[in-house]
């Protein structure tokens, strides 16, 4: 039998998964985001942390940092990994959970073959090798968040392996890093993710089972960076790749990706005698630690900085690192032991027997890597070298990397209309595609992006369409109206005005009524004489800042729609003799 959710009645029973049962208590009725309650998640006794060090200062000519990640990104599937139960991170705790979600008696796992392809893409866009054959295997741990005493995954023959991604300096990469750095991935693999784990201090946690088996895909890569900005990055850049192939659509500030960083420290007096030795570059780092579950970009570089200085400090004081899980809070300035790993740890690896093998055709390999999407890198070559973009570094990296890519697709959509209609104005200058498509950008990330940082909006909630932005560009660059009217338009729509550009500016009159020679030599000079003083410093060493400050004067002082910024600054120009 298959349970399309679980209810509070059964939530309150019994699963016995720790040495306490899970019990379902029901006297809190606090109210949770999207209506749910506090008795609609599994209620758990929780271990109480043990504090970490206080932080030392580092010094990057005695220590070697080393750090390896552990990326856990959710898959763009409807349905979950071995089950047709929804994917879900935002409706009701516990209402979308099937019989092998919950590891009731007799269920078995069902693998739900749309998992495949996002992982295929990811795989083949951080240039793995794509395993003909992979299997399953059952992880073994006892946690709270696991039901079923296990966790199914690919730990011995996994879906690809032998990747790498390149990070630059345009990424974000530790100065020290140079231009570029590349990171080895040693695999990637498919695996189920765990129930949602809330804590209620002092001693309860809150079970939600919504994500269990939600397809994860886990990036692992070797030990190879060195530096805490460099992982930052490095994990920003993987992210923007999965997102650029649609195999992860929602990123860290939503929770579809978590990291987990394995952290050493050793002497760099020591490195030269080691790297003497036979074997892999990895032999004799330092003990490792692991920080699991960071959700955000900040967080793994502060974490990484705060486990780095704890070890350098213990080392220093006599004292030896030990191996084990540790945790660390967002803003703090220390690292707590969350639990102790003597040695490797017994996960006891086991063929899962009730999956089938994953075969891969070669076929079907080479049709998805020659039907990628462009990727992040190719995407920024693109927006600042062809000549219908010609965008600067900066505006290109906020368009490829913020937003899950929206905010590229809103752009596109605006310069490809506005480029197709002043194309064919009658003798349109030549570049006017390429002044199309900075144009495009500045309002999408400037004016329009001004907007909805002062009203506080994300993105999604971006009310302006697409065409009615190409819209009021189009009247623009056709010179019918100006760059004031512009603005007052769009602030007009963002606002909530639902007519579109055309009808506001034929109801409100707003088309350009160009002033002859002589009105703008007079509003000129009656601006420079409210602001004696400020052209007498302009005459003796003029500035651009100051200039357009009269040049929006002229425009201000003038009759709506009627004052041209070019030609006003044309005029202020000639007054000042500059």
């Not at 990057?60 to 856990?72: A, D, R, Y």
């Amino acid at each position: 039998m298959r349970l399309n959710s679980i209810t509070p009645n059964f939530a309150r029973t019994s699963l016995h998964l720790l040495p306490h049962s899970v019990v379902y208590q029901t006297s809190l009725h606090s109210r949770r985001p999207n209506g749910s309650r506090d008795d609609e998640y599994i209620r758990i006794p929780a271990s109480q942390p043990c504090e970490g060090s206080r932080s030392s200062h580092w010094d990057n000519k005695k220590w070697e940092l080393t750090v390896g990640l552990e990326i856990h990104a959710h898959l763009n599937t409807e349905r979950k990994l071995f089950s047709e139960a929804a994917t879900s991170e935002v409706d009701v705790p516990n209402s979308h959970v099937s019989s092998f979600d919950a590891a009731l008696p007799g269920s078995q796992p069902h693998l739900q073959s749309d998992a495949i392809i996002p992982a295929l893409r990811a795989g083949l866009a951080l240039d793995c090798r794509i395993e003909n054959v992979s299997r399953f295997d059952r992880k073994h741990y006892l946690y709270r968040d696991q039901p079923a005493g296990y966790q199914i995954t690919q730990y011995h023959e996994p879906l690809g392996r032998s990747g790498r991604i390149t990070v630059h300096d345009y990424d974000g990469i530790a100065r020290e890093d140079g231009k570029q750095i590349s990171v080895e991935i040693k695999q990637i693999q498919l695996e189920q993710d765990t129930a949602k784990s809330l804590s209620q201090p002092p001693s309860t946690h809150l079970l939600d089972f919504n994500r269990v088996s939600h397809p994860l895909l886990e990036i692992v890569t070797l030990p190879q960076i060195h530096h805490p900005s460099t992982a930052a990055a490095t994990v920003r850049k993987i992210q923007s790749v999965l997102r650029s192939v649609n195999a992860c659509t929602s990123g860290m500030e939503m929770g579809g990706l978590r990291v987990d960083v394995n952290i050493s420290v050793r002497r760099r007096d020591a490195l030269h005698d080691d790297r003497m030795k036979a074997g892999s570059a990895t032999q004799d780092l330092g003990q490792r630690t692991e920080i699991k579950n960071l959700c955000s970009y900040k967080a793994v570089e502060g974490a990484i900085e705060a486990e780095r200085n704890r070890q350098v400090a213990v080392l220093e004081a006599g004292g030896l690192v030990t191996g084990e899980t540790r945790g660390w809070t967002l803003g703090g300035q220390e690292t707590r032991k969350l639990r102790g790993k003597e040695g490797e740890v017994d996960y006891r690896f086991l063929p899962e027997p009730d999956l089938q093998p994953i075969v891969i055709s070669q076929d079907l390999v080479q049709y998805l890597r020659e039907t990628l999407p462009m990727q992040p890198d190719k995407q920024l070559e693109h927006l600042t070298r062809s000549p219908e973009h010609s965008l600067n570094l900066d505006d290109a990296e906020v368009l490829v990397n913020l937003d899950d890519g929206r905010r590229l697709d809103y752009y596109e959509a605006v310069r490809l209309t506005v480029q197709n209609d002043v194309s064919q104005i009658a003798n349109a200058p030549p570049d006017v595609k390429m002044h199309a498509g900075k144009m495009c950008a500045n309002w999408v990330l400037h004016e329009l992006g001004g907007l909805l940082a002062t009203s506080e909006r994300k993105w999604h909630e971006n009310p302006v369409l697409a065409a009615d932005l190409a819209a009021i560009l189009i009247h623009l660059l056709k010179g019918q109206i100006t760059g004031q009217t512009s603005k007052y338009l769009l602030c007009l729509i963002f606002r909530g005005d639902s007519r579109p550009p055309q009808q506001i500016i034929e109801e409100q009159d707003l088309f350009l009524r160009t002033l002859s020679h002589e009105e703008y030599e007079e509003l000129g000079r009656a601006v420079l004489k409210n602001h004696e003083s400020l052209v007498k410093q302009l005459r003796i060493k003029p500035k651009m800042s100051k200039i357009h400050f009269l040049v929006g004067q002229m425009v201000r002082c003038g009759k709506q729609g009627t004052v041209e910024a070019l030609k006003a600054e044309e005029v202020i120009r000639r007054l000042l003799e500059v």
